[in-house]
């Protein structure tokens, strides 16, 4: 089974500062058709996830381009590029290359 | 404007039986693969299963095989979740959400739509 490892698990952020995520997964995500099967989703306080990037960098309908996406392989790293009050909540990645596997999570909260 | 609702939650005592419901609608449902991922109280979340467009195939959690059934009604735009031989760690928020499809190769798109969720409490 992949395992997805995310840090910092805590990420204390002032808006208008940037920050990132990294995710790591214990085998390559990269297929054989060029495409790394990554995945991120924010789920925000008392709501459902939503995705955010697929594709390892593939902003999802309506995503704001300050989040992106990228790495290869095994390494990958959310970036937003200044965080702002509405991007709180738990941030996690997850694996599609084989079956199904989700990171423990990063909480992005607001200094 | 896709919705996809949940339903079916409830407390069920350990080894009991529960079937959950995830009703789509404002798309074509028999296009797209479907998933169910659950979140326990204060946890992450852990992927469930996935059943293809048609029903022909589906896989399952290792922690879930052989006790979780997920099947689907095209007809009716109904996802289902048989769950059997319930146990406390199946405690969660279960949720359905829609597999994506790319217009173009490789035609992946993540679960892009998801629910509100139905919670379950497996509880004596």
């Known amino acids: 089974d992949i395992v997805m490892t995310q840090s910092p698990l805590s990420l204390p952020v002032t808006p208008g500062e940037p920050a990132s995520i990294s995710c790591r997964s214990s085998?390559?995500?990269?297929?054989?058709?060029?495409?790394?099967?990554l995945d991120w989703f924010l789920q925000k306080p008392g709501q459902s996830p939503h995705l955010l990037i697929y594709?390892?960098?593939n902003r999802s309908s309506g995503v704001p381009d300050r989040f992106s996406g990228s790495g290869s392989g095994t390494d990958f790293t959310l970036t937003i590029s200044r965080v702002e009050a509405e991007d709180v909540g738990i941030y996690y990645c997850?694996?599609?290359?084989?079956?199904?596997?989700f990171g423990q999570g990063t909480k992005l909260e607001i200094k | 404007q896709v919705q996809l609702v949940e339903s079916g939650g409830g407390v069920v005592q350990p080894g009991r039986s529960l079937r959950l419901s995830c009703e789509v609608s404002g798309i074509i449902f028999s296009n797209y693969a479907m998933h169910w991922v659950r979140q326990a109280p204060g946890k992450g979340l852990e992927w469930v299963g996935v059943?293809?467009?048609?029903?022909?195939?589906?896989y399952y959690a290792d922690s879930v095989k052989g006790r979780f059934t997920i099947s689907r009604d095209n007809s009716k735009n109904t996802l289902y979740l048989q769950m059997s031989s319930l146990r406390a760690e199946d405690t969660a928020v279960y949720y359905c959400?829609?597999?994506?499809?790319?217009?173009?190769?490789?035609?992946?798109?993540?679960?892009?739509?998801w629910g509100q969720g139905t919670t379950v409490t497996v509880s004596s």
């Open positions: 085998q390559s995500l990269l297929h054989s058709n060029g495409f790394n099967y």
């Open positions: 959400a829609r597999d994506g499809v790319e217009a173009a190769p490789p035609y992946y798109r993540g679960m892009d739509v």
């Open positions: 997850m694996q599609a290359r084989q079956g199904y596997t």
């Open positions: 594709l390892g960098s």
């Open positions: 059943i293809s467009y048609d029903g022909s195939n589906k």
